[in-house]
């Protein structure tokens, strides 16, 4: 038995090609708006300006 892979925003229906992963142009553009506002983000540590290789 296989089961489709269900949309990665709304979770309740599953993908369609045209979309994919999501399952709605709707939910791609969830996905995107959480991107331009940061609420995706990369974890990093500040840069303190030095670096390692820096040194002589």
């Known amino acids: 038995m296989t089961?489709?892979?269900l949309c990665p925003?709304?979770?309740?229906r599953p993908?369609?090609?045209e979309y994919r992963p999501?399952?709605?142009k709707r939910c791609a553009d969830v996905d995107?708006?959480?991107w331009f506002t940061g609420g995706y983000a990369?974890?990093?540590?500040?840069d303190?300006?030095?670096r390692d290789d820096d040194e002589d």
């Open 32 to 34: 995107l708006q959480r």
């Open 42 to 46: 990369i974890p990093a540590e500040p």
């Open 15 to 17: 993908m369609k090609p």
């Open 48 to 50: 303190d300006g030095v």
């Open 22 to 24: 999501f399952c709605s």
């Open 9 to 12: 925003i709304c979770r309740t």
């Open 3 to 5: 089961t489709a892979a």
